[in-house]
């Protein structure tokens, strides 16, 4: 029986609900330390000296400073701007300047109360709208936006304001670290790219790859800030490890995990939109800025994708954007959920309220005019070939919402003096690209492999971690029905780099798509290999299984390994952002019913409606769950997370004080998957993690315009934020 389209078990699900799945603080390891992190306490300065007081028993803790790193003392990533361990002057608060490790985790935490920093104040920026420290820029022209600007019969100018967001994973980063006695690195914990460590610990401790090991241990969740975090991390736990000579853990608690990693990016965004008299767009002139925070990370990439989605699913034959990151002295900020696309997305989409109002044509029926459809042609000049459901999915939630007519039932309620809250239906609908984007995936040149063992099991070996996002099933799913045979007979190896091939991050909504086409492919070339070779052995008729096994009694282990191959029709020029960015898009809409308290000002959300084209839903209730998990996600930056910020310091990293939606705040959601399959993705597969991220808040801002007759370019909205408006309007 086919397994993909159907739900499946969760291969590690009985593990994780028994209670019984190691994460790294479970393991337990024989004579363990305990590292912990100095930090700096201002935002820019001079480090001076660091002095360790009297009064803690030094000579039972090994201390860690810059001078004991043995090579490069850097964070290998896209630039190597940032320091492991701050040397002679520290450019945000909460930087790392040094480490200590103790047999007592409470003994070690109790050091830091016994190191003193002396600094000399530097000038610092704070504000990422002042600063004048731009680190990269990108541009992106398509016809003549400003002469078609000047012609348009309607335009609208509005400037988008979106926050930090902290991914609140359930688990904080957490790492081991020891040497071999061969002089081999090991790292195990918690991580969503195993082999981007083994790239950093390379010239930091000047091994060889080979020489570097790096073990998944079970991941309590990641959404992007367990992709470059855990380079940090694990190149502190191994610093200790090597002057210990020891293995040593590192585990953050939620205060320090929330304060000292990194963020989704805030941003501005200056939007102006015109239209002709037939609600057509006809030209998008767009500026945006995002906050990189003090060193680079992966902003350069974060900045390309949301400029990619700039101008959202829409048809227009005039587009210029220019997007620039900027450096703040600030945590750095990274990878998150979306990586730029709900930034843009969010300016995108609201702009259509504005320009409803500036038309009198309903926002709706204005998206609907402009919708890409195939053949449609992106702002970098790509053309729309195949699969594209994003109409499909607009008809799907303006029909099961009964969005017009909510939309005036509500207008009634509102209009009664008595009624005790304002009611509001928005909407809106985005697109997002599936895998790397432009040339990454060629950069990359993943692999995966498909083995047939000696006890006639079919095992996958890839680098891809499970986060809790289900691609562990997933992944065998694509393979069982590839190879013909039941999902119970198809396994996962351990992620651990020196028994897996890199078959790159598990990032950008790509291993469904990539690293499960590239399983596919081996398990193809795997069952043929194996009919071939079951031809020269003398059996009965059997199922596939029994012939493996009589190939495995022979002490033949047969393993197929693929590379990615970029197609000969996907084009992109990295230097003028033309051609095509993604090799295919996945679709989404949205509508958000909510109301506003006349009295309170509180907001609450009553039900979402929401269609994604995915593709094909190789597990449907991953899937949904995928979307339920990202909507709530971006409904807490809508209406809940706000980031307080005083001197560079974030000064609510506590679950106490920054408030993420519960179960509670979470409304009905009604979730349609629609299938438009893409051509080269296994089964038909694209990307979804991501895409749920997109497409809220836009449109929980258009549903409080509508119940409250207020517009805020800027999230999240909260109750206060409405008291004053209404104030502002009598």
């Not at 400037?159 to 902290?166: A, I, L």
């Not at 304060?259 to 805030?266: C, E, G, I, M």
């Not at 926002?363 to 919708?371: G, Q």
């Not at 596919?520 to 009965?540: D, G, M």
Request: glycine share 8%; aromatic share 8%; net charge positive.
């Amino acid at each position: 029986m086919p397994t993909v389209g159907h739900d499946r078990l969760r291969k590690e699900g009985p593990q994780k609900l028994t209670g019984t799945a190691l994460y790294v603080d479970d393991i337990p390891v024989k004579g363990i330390w305990h590292g912990v992190t100095v930090r700096s306490s201002v935002a820019h300065a001079k480090i001076k000296g660091i002095r360790f007081l009297k009064g803690f028993p030094w000579r039972q803790a090994v201390v860690v400073t810059a001078k004991d790193i043995p090579g490069e003392n850097c964070v290998h990533l896209i630039e190597d701007d940032q320091p492991l361990l701050a040397d002679g002057i520290t450019r945000h608060a909460l930087e790392p300047v040094a480490l200590i490790a103790h047999p007592d985790r409470a003994t070690a935490y109790n050091a830091l109360n016994f190191v003193e920093i002396n600094y000399e104040p530097l000038p610092s920026v704070l504000d990422f709208e002042k600063s004048k420290k731009i680190l990269k820029t990108f541009s992106i022209k398509k016809g003549d936006a400003k002469k078609a600007m000047k012609k348009a019969w309607k335009k609208v100018d509005t400037t988008f304001r979106v926050p930090h967001q902290e991914q609140a994973y359930i688990e904080n980063n957490g790492m081991m670290a020891w040497f071999e006695p061969d002089g081999t690195l090991v790292l195990q914990g918690s991580l969503q790219c195993p082999y981007y460590i083994v790239k950093a610990m390379k010239p930091i401790f000047k091994l060889p790859e080979e020489k570097i090991r790096v073990i998944q241990a079970v991941t309590g969740g990641g959404f992007g800030g367990k992709e470059e975090y855990p380079n940090i991390i694990s190149g502190h736990a191994a610093l200790l490890a090597k002057k210990a000579k020891r293995p040593i853990k590192m585990i953050y608690d939620r205060h320090e995990d929330m304060s000292a990693t990194t963020k989704r990016h805030p941003a501005v965004i200056k939007h102006k939109a015109g239209i002709d008299k037939k609600g057509r767009l006809v030209a998008l002139d767009i500026d945006i800025v995002m906050d990189a925070g003090a060193y680079v990370t992966l902003s350069p990439v974060v900045l390309s994708r949301g400029i990619l989605h700039a101008s959202g699913p829409y048809e227009c034959p005039n587009v210029n954007i220019h997007a620039s990151i900027v450096q703040t002295n600030t945590p750095p900020n990274g990878a998150y959920r979306g990586f730029g696309a709900p930034q843009t997305l969010f300016a995108a989409e609201l702009q259509w309220e504005k320009l409803a109002d500036a038309s009198k044509i309903d926002a709706v029926k204005l998206r609907e005019r402009n919708l890409v459809k195939i053949g449609s042609e992106l702002s970098t000049g790509q053309i729309l070939k195949e699969s594209v459901g994003l109409k499909k999915c607009v008809d799907t939630v303006l029909k099961r919402s009964r969005f017009t007519a909510l939309r005036r039932d509500h207008d009634k309620w509102n209009k009664k003096k008595t009624s005790p809250t304002w009611r509001g239906v928005g909407f809106a609908s985005v697109h997002h690209g599936s895998g790397f984007t432009g040339n990454g995936e060629v950069f990359l040149k993943s692999k995966a492999s498909v083995t047939l063992t000696k006890s006639g099991r079919f095992v996958i070996e890839t680098a891809s971690s499970e986060i809790g996002q289900g691609s562990m099933s997933t992944l065998c799913q694509i393979v069982s029905d590839a190879l013909g045979v039941p999902y119970e007979w198809v396994e996962l190896e351990a992620n651990d780099t020196s028994r897996v091939p890199d078959s790159g991050p598990t990032v950008a909504s790509r291993t469904c798509m990539i690293v499960g086409g590239l399983l596919y492919r081996a398990a193809k070339q795997l069952k043929a290999a194996i009919e071939e070779k079951a031809k020269k052995i003398p059996t009965t008729p059997a199922v596939l299984k029994e012939v493996a096994k009589k190939l495995a009694g022979k002490k033949s282990v047969f393993r197929i390994t693929t590379e990615y191959e970029k197609p000969a029709d996907i084009e992109f020029d990295d230097t003028t952002y033309k051609g095509d960015a993604y090799g295919s898009y996945g679709y989404a809409a949205i509508a958000v019913d909510l109301e506003v308290d006349r009295t309170t000002y509180e907001i609450k959300l009553n039900k979402i409606w929401t269609a994604q084209d995915i593709g094909k839903a190789i597990n449907p209730l991953i899937v949904e769950g995928q979307i339920i998990g990202g909507t709530t996600q971006a409904l807490g930056w809508a209406v809940f997370e706000k980031p307080i910020y005083k001197n560079g310091v974030m000064q609510n990293a506590e679950f106490t004080n920054y408030i993420i939606p519960t179960a509670l705040d979470t409304p009905p959601m009604d979730v349609v998957i629609i299938e438009e399959p893409y051509s080269r993705g296994p089964f038909g597969a694209k990307g979804v993690g991501e895409m749920p991220m997109d497409i809220p808040a836009p449109a929980v801002c258009a549903a409080i315009k509508q119940a409250t007759g207020l517009f805020f370019p800027e999230i999240p909205v909260t109750p206060e934020m409405i008291a004053a408006g209404i104030a502002r309007k009598g």
